[in-house]
């Protein structure tokens, strides 16, 4: 695996785990930049392709959770 590859990948796993909302959505933001970056480079194939438009997609989700339980007082 590439360096900048493992690295948006480790740094999405990290926000998917995340149980502290406020850590969760630095950790997301780590996530997408680090995504921004690599998806500068050529990608590897369909696959890798599909596997970034997939991790944003599930990190916006996360993003909009973590944000209403950020907010919440009964959390």
């Known amino acids: 695996m590439l ?3 493992q690295s948006w990948i480790e740094k999405y ?15 997301i933001e780590e996530a997408v930049r ?3 970056g690599h998806a ?3 990608p590897a194939g369909r696959f890798e392709k ?3 438009e997939d ?3 599930i990190l916006r989700l996360l993003r909009e959770e973590s944000l ?3 907010s919440s007082p009964w959390l």
């Open 34 to 36: 680090a995504m921004q």
């Open 68 to 70: 209403g339980r950020a």
């Open 3 to 5: 360096e900048k590859e």
């Open 50 to 52: 599909e596997a970034l």
């Open 40 to 42: 500068q480079e050529p």
């Open 13 to 27: 796993r990290a926000a998917l785990i995340e149980t502290n909302p406020q850590r969760q959505l630095d950790r």
């Open 55 to 57: 991790a944003r997609l």
